[in-house]
């Protein structure tokens, strides 16, 4: 089984930026494919990032390059480090991994940004 805690969500303004973390409970170089989604109020779950094990990395159309993720392995830590935020990218971000197969998430971590 796999825990997920994200952190760094908060209200930012307009064109600024936030670091979201996500930490695991296991190795991260043990699990598969993680990744970022977000969820605003009434909306569908939506795709924003993926890293590999190998650390290819792929972004959903509304935050490629504006969005980064990384991975520390050391650390157990998945970054998003989000830029030039937008009222549009108000959600909760959730933290995904795989791992035998099995899809685990995160509470998720509010972020909203002010016009």
């Known amino acids: 089984q796999v825990q997920l805690v994200e952190s760094g969500g908060g209200l930012v303004q307009a064109g600024g930026s936030l670091r979201l973390g996500c930490a695991a409970s296991r190795s991260i170089s043990s699990l598969d494919t993680m990744q970022w989604w977000r969820q605003a109020p009434g909306k569908n779950r939506e795709w924003v990032a993926t890293?590999?094990?190998?650390?290819?990395?792929a972004y959903g159309d509304s935050v490629r390059g504006r969005f980064t993720i990384s991975r520390d392995n050391a650390k157990n830590m998945v970054y998003l480090q989000t830029g030039s935020l937008q009222p549009e990218d108000t959600a909760n971000y959730l933290c995904?991994?795989?791992?035998?197969?099995?899809?685990?998430w995160g509470q998720g971590t509010q972020v909203t940004v002010s016009s």
């Open positions: 995904s991994s795989w791992y035998v197969g099995n899809h685990y």
């Open positions: 890293i590999t094990q190998g650390g290819s990395t």
